[in-house]
């Protein structure tokens, strides 16, 4: 199963939520799912995707 760290792209160390397992996008909106099947919702865009390393970067929108 492969999990990744969702990070804030312009705030590199800022988590937004670890273990996630699904990333639903709708328009400008992204629902993370986490492995216990926590969800959050922001607005932004996905940046970068890296499945290998675990890691997504997403543009968040003030």
């Known amino acids: 199963m492969c999990l990744a760290t969702v990070y804030a792209k312009n705030e590199p160390d800022s988590i937004i939520l670890e273990y996630v397992s699904r990333i639903d996008v709708e328009g400008n909106l992204i629902t993370l799912?986490?492995?216990?099947?926590?969800?959050?919702?922001?607005?932004?865009?996905?940046?970068?995707a890296d499945l290998t390393g675990g890691k997504v970067q997403i543009n968040c929108q003030d």
């Open 33 to 48: 799912t986490d492995v216990m099947g926590d969800t959050k919702t922001i607005e932004g865009t996905i940046a970068m």
